[in-house]
Structures are given as structure tokens and as C-alpha cells.
């Protein structure tokens, strides 16, 4: 088996908390697996790594390759729905839908035998994270003085990987292995809302010949939309060695060195006072509360007749607009620096020639990109896969396997941390092989659960599940 070459929201006024970049893809480091045959065992292939995933795994797995291939796997759909559960004493839940058609993996190995003996090279372009969501929501809940709640978000967060690399052994059981690639992180949000609500006013009230009909509303529509990217090189280099010849351990470390950061951020957002028959309030509608100065008094007034609008945004704070009403503009950029990295320690037995069983654990530092959060510092992950592969039959086989996908946001939830999900996930794949050609389907799924504090000024975290499949096909041809 180790010949294989196998075929990868108190609304605004109580308003949903506006985190730019709140999806798990740039914390969960496993959503996509990379590899026709990682993927089927679940990611562990460290200590396999004979095909063109081996760049991404451990280069050094390269050099036991025994021939030239290309390789491919197509997710033909990838379906996500979070749920974000009890938001409104313990009632109401928001879901976040999407559907997905993801190119997971392309890549291929070169036999360079002529140039060096156990020589082999690689090259691939993969998907290591593809997600939507999708949520329209319109609420109505007098009961907690909500007259009218709507919000409609979509954003779309995509990371390619691409690059080169050799493997060469230097003894029949110990080899080396170099990558170099390049990364390319993308994230797009735009998000409307519209909030209505009830309120009680300050240091003014409503006189009672007003009160006696009319209810004061609050209302306040924001849109934000945001684009992030990274762009970064990733070195790697890889150990495999093959202590018996039934078991094999292998050690990699791959580092990024970003070389450019682009945020570009625009936010609208308007506040207006009115009754509930839409009709604007005036000062003469109104009285000062006892004991409240005259001064105070008139601010709420102000405030209440809409003589002050205000622009809140991402980068100013609260003012007053003089005439047009005006969005405001982030647009900036970063320099080179040291970005992600991860390291992974890999073991694989081969029991029979039908059989092998591996295992892998992986340590992920990540520092703060801009395309996760610019204001969030996160932690370092440690994931662990395990995956078998069996064939039934010269020609028939299954690979399988189980991992964890934890997230690399801190614990503690805060405004700029606004949720955490930990993922575990599940693989299985049937395929068939012939002497040069092989195919497989199956399906990756993975269950998370975790916290969110999905509403603005929110205290208790509230619980959050979401549940992603991957369908997949792959497919290996030997040149």
C-alpha cells in the first residue's frame, strides 16, 4: 500500500453584534482536507504522504511515490447550516445557510529519477477553505418591545493554496522533503438590518395627551460591507522515516511569510425617533422629568425630533451630520511579517498489504490576519486525525477516518470575539482502482458546537450548532 497514488443578532438598540469576520472558516484549520487519499482517511497522512498532497502533509513523502500521476478531487456539494439557538428569552433561533460547489484538489508528481535517484517532485492548487452563509430573518416580538426586526447577511470566505516541492530518500528507509507555495485568503460580508423598537425616553417624557395615543419608536438601519484579503508564501520541509517496514513516523512544519494585508471596510448606519403611526415627534410633545435641568432636557429633545442624526461607524465615533448623510471608509494595507504555522507529527502501520492505519496530531500558531480579525490575537490549536484504509479486493477498497477541528478563537467571548465553534468530523470513501487509474466518492461530515453572543451587549453567551457535509469525488491517472 505504500505505492498508492490515490484520487480532494438589546437590537441594534438591541442590534445583532456587527463582527466583520465572524465565520469559522479562518479559525477552523480543518474544514476542507486536502488530498484525494487525506481526505478519505480523515487527514492523517503524515507519515503516508506518497501523492501530490504530500506538500501540503509532508513533503518528504514525496520521495516513495513510484510513479508520475495526476490527481483530482471535486466536492460536488458542500451544504453548512448553522443554527444560533434561544436569542430571545430562550426563544428564537437564526439559521445561516449555504450551499456550496468547492474545487478542493489538483496536483500531480513528477518522477525525477533521471536527474537524482528516489527523486520525485509535486505540484498542487487546493481549496483549504470554502464557505457561505446566507440569513434573511424578520422578526416581530411585542413582548420584549420589538416592533420590527430585520436582517439579511451574506458573506463568502475562500483560501487557496498552491506551490511546488521534492522528496528524495537518502537511505531506503529515511527521506527529506521542501515546499514552497503561496496562500491567498479572501473574505467578502455585507450585512443590512433594520430595527424598530419601543422606547422609554431620558430625562424627558411624553406628555400625557400625547402618551395617551402614540408610543415612541426607535429605529435604526445600518449596512456594513467588508472585503479582506491576505496574501502570504509558505515554507515547508518534511522527515519520514521508516523505522520497520511495517511502520513509518513522519515530522513536518510548514511557516507563512505574509506579504500583503488589504482591509477595505464602508458603514452606513442611521438612527430616527417616531411614533408608531410613523408620523415625527416635536418639541412640544415633550416635558422635562422632575428634577432634570433644562439643558439635559433640550439634549433629549434634540435628540428625540431627529434634530440630531447621527453616523455611526467602524472608524469615527458618533457625530453630527451636517447635510448629506455620508458613509465612512476604511481602507488600508500591511507590509511583510511572519503569519501562520503548524507543525505535524505523524505515524502510519501497515498490519498487511491490505491494511494501513494512521494517525496525526497537528499543532496550529496562528497570529492575528486581517482576514480572520484585525482586533483578535487567537490561540494555538492542536487537532488530531486518524484514518484506516482497507482493501476488500485488489480492486476495491475504503478509507475512513475520524478528526477534530477545534477553534483557534479564545475561549472567553467579547465584542471582537463574538463566537467560538469546535468542530469533530467523520470520513468515508468507497473506491476501485486499476493499474493505472483509480476513483472514489464519499462524504466528510463534521458536528460543532459552541458559543455565540450573536446580540449587542449581550452578558450570557448563548449556545450555537452547525453541521457540515462535504460530498466529494476523486480520481488518480498514472502517466
Avoid at 443554527?83 to 460547489?101: A, G, H, V
Avoid at 472585503?227 to 508564501?233: G, H, N, Q, W, Y
Wanted: some cysteine; overall charge neutral; proline content about 4%.
Amino acid at each position: 500500500m505504500m505505492r498508492s497514488s490515490f484520487l480532494p443578532f438589546v437590537l441594534c438598540l438591541i442590534g445583532f453584534a456587527q463582527s466583520s469576520y465572524s465565520n469559522a472558516g479562518p479559525y477552523n484549520f480543518s474544514d476542507i482536507l486536502p488530498g484525494d487519499r487525506g481526505m478519505g482517511m480523515a487527514g492523517a497522512f503524515g507519515a503516508v504522504a506518497d501523492d501530490s498532497s504530500a506538500l501540503y502533509y509532508n513533503p518528504a513523502g514525496l520521495a516513495f511515490a513510484s510513479s508520475s500521476n495526476i490527481s483530482a478531487s471535486v466536492n460536488a456539494l458542500q451544504m453548512t447550516r448553522r443554527d444560533y439557538q434561544k436569542l430571545f428569552n430562550d426563544k428564537d433561533s437564526f439559521y445561516e445557510n449555504s450551499q456550496d460547489i468547492v474545487p478542493t484538489f489538483t496536483g500531480g508528481v513528477l518522477d525525477l529519477t533521471r536527474y537524482a535517484d528516489s527523486l520525485h517532485g509535486a505540484f498542487n492548487l487546493q481549496s483549504l477553505t470554502q464557505q457561505s452563509s446566507n440569513q434573511n430573518d424578520i422578526l416581530r416580538r411585542p413582548d420584549i418591545a420589538v416592533e420590527y426586526f430585520h436582517r439579511s447577511a451574506k458573506s463568502q470566505t475562500s483560501e487557496i493554496l498552491f506551490g511546488t516541492g521534492i522528496g528524495k530518500r537518502f537511505l531506503p528507509n529515511f527521506a527529506l522533503g521542501f515546499s514552497l507555495g503561496g496562500r491567498q485568503s479572501i473574505q467578502d460580508q455585507q450585512t443590512y438590518q433594520d430595527v424598530s423598537q419601543i422606547i422609554t425616553t431620558t430625562n424627558v417624557k411624553l406628555k400625557d395627551s400625547i402618551a395617551a395615543d402614540k408610543s415612541l419608536f426607535s429605529t435604526l438601519t445600518t449596512n456594513d460591507r467588508s472585503t479582506a484579503s491576505v496574501l502570504a508564501a509558505e515554507l515547508g520541509a518534511g522527515a519520514l522515516w521508516a523505522p520497520w517496514p511495517s511502520f513509518s513516523i513522519g515530522l513536518s512544519g510548514h511557516v507563512d511569510v505574509l506579504l500583503k494585508q488589504e482591509l477595505n471596510k464602508e458603514t452606513d448606519s442611521l438612527s430616527l425617533f417616531h411614533y408608531n403611526d410613523y408620523s415625527i415627534p416635536v418639541a412640544s410633545d415633550f416635558e422635562s422629568k422632575d428634577g432634570v435641568s433644562g439643558e439635559e432636557s433640550q439634549k433629549s429633545i434634540d435628540r428625540y425630533t431627529n434634530k440630531k442624526i447621527y453616523r455611526v461607524s467602524s472608524n469615527n465615533a458618533p457625530r453630527v451630520l451636517k447635510g448629506s448623510f455620508a458613509p465612512s471608509y476604511i481602507n488600508e494595507s500591511s507590509g511583510t511579517g511572519i503569519g501562520r504555522s503548524r507543525i505535524r507529527l505523524g505515524f502510519a502501520s501497515f498490519p498487511s498489504s491490505r491494511l494501513v492505519v494512521a494517525g496525526d496530531v497537528v499543532w496550529h500558531r496562528s497570529v492575528n490576519e486581517w482576514i480572520a480579525n484585525r482586533e483578535l490575537t487567537t490561540e494555538d490549536v492542536l487537532n488530531a486525525h486518524l484514518g484506516t484504509e482497507y482493501f476488500f479486493s485488489p480492486t476495491f477498497f475504503i478509507r475512513q477516518g475520524i478528526f477534530s477541528n477545534f477553534d483557534a478563537r479564545p475561549k472567553e467571548l467579547r465584542q471582537s470575539n463574538p463566537e467560538r465553534i469546535d468542530f469533530y468530523g467523520t470520513s468515508i470513501f468507497l473506491g476501485t482502482q486499476t493499474s493505472d487509474t483509480q476513483f472514489s466518492g464519499g462524504v466528510v461530515y463534521q458536528y460543532g458546537l459552541g458559543e455565540a453572543l450573536k446580540i449587542a451587549n449581550q452578558q450570557i453567551p448563548k449556545p450555537v450548532r452547525e453541521d457540515k457535509y462535504i460530498l466529494s469525488f476523486t480520481a488518480t491517472h498514472g502517466l
